[in-house]
């Protein structure tokens, strides 16, 4: 398959060509995963570390079960006791690590761009499972695996984000990978939650809901990261729901097929009406947690074949020395 790169550190260095890659052999890991027997030796003998200095639920889960599905050897660390939290430097516990020879290394961090520092600092594979505000690219690719299965395609639709987009990365993810595939993207978000120069990705930007949902193929809502703000962005979450939150009314602006998408935890009554999350007929929420172990085998499968690859040919090369 045609994917070359060592790491997935961000979409934004992913070709097309990239993506479709990783989406079709995540389309194979579906149908894989929906078997009784769900276990193959895609990475028998090789070891998967999970690093974690954020809290996680659903990414930290989907990533085991993503490995020891293809047949790695996993630890998840807990980087809240680690040494790290004793005041051990990153690129410290990077050479510990690299000592240990991984093969894969996945790895959450609240700060942008820790995750290219780790990659610069050892021998193996890195996966970003998302960085401060900067990425989550597994995301985006299992929300691109989810619209492609429901709406046969995943180019020339018109995609509507909307929420938090100021602190999200999957707004950053998604946006460089919907951009990519030749989608129409809108934010949609108060002025307050809006970065600034977001215009500048090719976008069009809204603060007025109706209206940027307007004929809409696809409506994904974003979670109120507060964990991420430091200031008062929003008058009341019963305000926000007024305004961004989405209901029936407000999905009715969009195409009457539209699906409606969130990347989780959701906030029910602030971001979503319970009502339109579990609407069986228009809601893909729980398909995108089914997808997400889906496109993070698939990743971590062609990783693995070019790591494989690569100490190939440096031994040849030392050989032939």
Do not use: W
């Not at 639920?57 to 998840?76: C, H, I």
């Not at 240990?100 to 820790?114: K, W, Y």
């Not at 509507?160 to 999200?168: K, R, T």
């Amino acid at each position: 398959m045609a994917f070359r790169p060592r790491h997935l550190l961000g979409i934004e260095h992913l070709s097309p060509e990239d993506i479709r890659t990783v989406l079709d052999l995540a389309d194979q890991y579906v149908d894989f995963n929906r078997r009784t027997v769900k276990k193959t030796d895609a990475l028998a003998g090789m070891t998967q570390i999970n690093m974690f200095f954020e809290n996680s639920t659903r990414t930290q889960a989907s990533f085991e079960l993503a490995g020891k599905r293809l047949g790695a050897d996993v630890m998840n660390m807990a980087m809240q006791t680690s040494s790290v939290k004793k005041g051990e430097t990153l690129i410290d516990t990077a050479l510990t690590l690299n000592a240990m020879h991984p093969d894969l290394l996945v790895v959450r961090h609240g700060s942008s761009g820790a995750v290219d520092l780790l990659a610069q600092k050892v021998e193996c594979a890195v996966i970003n499972a998302g960085d401060g505000k900067h990425e989550h690219p597994t995301q985006a690719l299992l929300d691109a695996l989810t619209i492609r299965r429901e709406k046969g395609r995943i180019h020339r639709l018109t995609v509507a984000i909307c929420g938090d987009v100021a602190h999200s990365r999957v707004a950053r993810s998604n946006l460089l990978l919907l951009g990519k595939m030749e989608n129409r993207v809108r934010l949609i978000a108060p002025p307050t939650l809006m970065p600034s120069g977001v215009a500048e990705f090719g976008c069009e930007v809204y603060d007025d809901m109706r209206e940027g949902l307007k004929d809409a193929d696809v409506v994904m809502m974003l979670r109120l990261q507060k964990e991420r703000m430091d200031g008062g962005f929003i008058p009341s979450e019963r305000e926000y729901f007024h305004r961004y939150g989405l209901d029936a009314e407000k999905l009715a602006y969009a195409k009457e097929d539209a699906i409606v998408m969130h990347p989780g935890p959701m906030n029910r009554g602030v971001e979503i009406d319970g009502t339109i999350a579990d609407d069986i007929h228009r809601s893909v929420i729980q398909e995108q947690v089914e997808m997400g172990v889906a496109v993070r085998m698939a990743v971590m499968d062609l990783l693995a074949r070019n790591l494989r690859e690569d100490r190939g040919r440096a031994l040849a090369g030392e050989t032939y020395v």
